[in-house]
Structure formats: C-alpha cells, structure tokens
C-alpha cells in the first residue's frame, strides 16, 4: 500500500510570507501529526489530529495551524515566515491515536531566506 | 510539561562493538515507541513497548521498558554499518489524549 505522502518535498520561501504543507496518511489511518525537525531540536511536535479534530498542539506561535479533512488529510499552515522556520517538517499516520507506531513520510524541506 | 530526555546525544563505536542508548521520561509513559531515521531519511518505526518491565528482542536489538514505566533502553549487540543512524524513543503520557513526545536522538557512528 501507499506511504505517507509529503507535498512538496522542497520549498524555498521569503521572510514574511506563508506557506501550506500536505500529507496524505496511509489508507485507512485517521490518526495525523506533524512534526518540525532541526538539527538542534530533534522532533518538535506541532499538533496531532483524529478525524478531523484536532487533539493535541505543540508550543508553538499562532503562526503555526493545521487542520484534517474528512478524507484524512491534513494540512499544516505557516505564516508570516521567519528564518527560524527553517525546517523538516514531517508528518506521521497511524490507524488512531493509540495505534501501534507512526509511519512517516519523507517529510518537507522548508527554506526561509 | 513532560519531557523525554535521551542520552547519549553522540555514539561513535567499532564495528562489532556494543552499542546502548538511554531514554528517561519525567513522567509515567503508558508505551514508548523507538524509531530509526538514516541519514538523509525520514524516522522509521521500530518497536512499542506498553508493559512494564517488558523486554523484546529483534536480531541484535533488545528493547526493555523500566518498572515504573519512565525510563527505556535499547542496546544492539554487534553493530554493522547498516546500524549507522539516529535512534529516537518517543513517549505517550499516561492520560489518554496525552501527545507523543520524542527525545532528541542518539547518532550512532561505525567506525570501520
């Protein structure tokens, strides 16, 4: 079956713009989160959904939102970019929150310049 | 807030050589998961561990979750340089609609 699918896999944006991420969960999983990744910070979570609530938020600014479609899509929201928003960000399914394991995609490379 | 801190940050060993990474939560865990990410790759699911005490094996990865369900372990017995990468553990709180949060990582190095 189908992984987890990151778009788009790259992307270079300004100081002051926004940005929109997605990813489409394997078939079946309703369970979607979203992670930032540095190389200083390791994985920071930034929110989980569950069928199109959203049940867990990071400590991250207002600039930073989400939010999952009936189908199980999700999307994450930045805006107002900053050079420290320079990141992979990865999103990871499950079948539900207690499910056994993440799968995750191959994340997006975001540039802030 | 909960945290998951995991030590070391850095491993360089020998191949062959014995290879243990440490995980400890400030808080009760109700599982913990543990991941491998290759350079260059995305985190790749290992293993979860929900019992206390419980102990589970792969090849050469042994995985163990302490007593009180706060800290973890993995040690891979042997390292090959298809070990080469960063180990993450990741927790879930106790409460049920408690986040996942993962440590920063052990970088394992195969010296050759």
Redesign the interface.
Known sequence: KAGVTQTPRYLIKTRGQQVTLSCSPISGHRSV?W?QQTPG???Q?LF?YFSETQ??K??FPGRFSGRQFSNSRSEMNVSTLELGDSALY?C?SSLDP?G????????TRLTVV | GQQVMQIPQYQHVQEGEDFTTYCNSSTTLSNIQWYKQRPGGHPVFLIQLVKSGEVKKQKRLTFQFGEAKKNSSLHITATQTTDVGTYFCAGRGANRDDKIIFGKGTRLHILP
Do not use: H, M
Request: charged share 10%.
């Open positions: 989160s992670y910070q390791g994985l979570f989980e049940r867990n990071g400590n990865l990871a207690a056994q394991g993440y799968t995750f995609g191959s994340g």
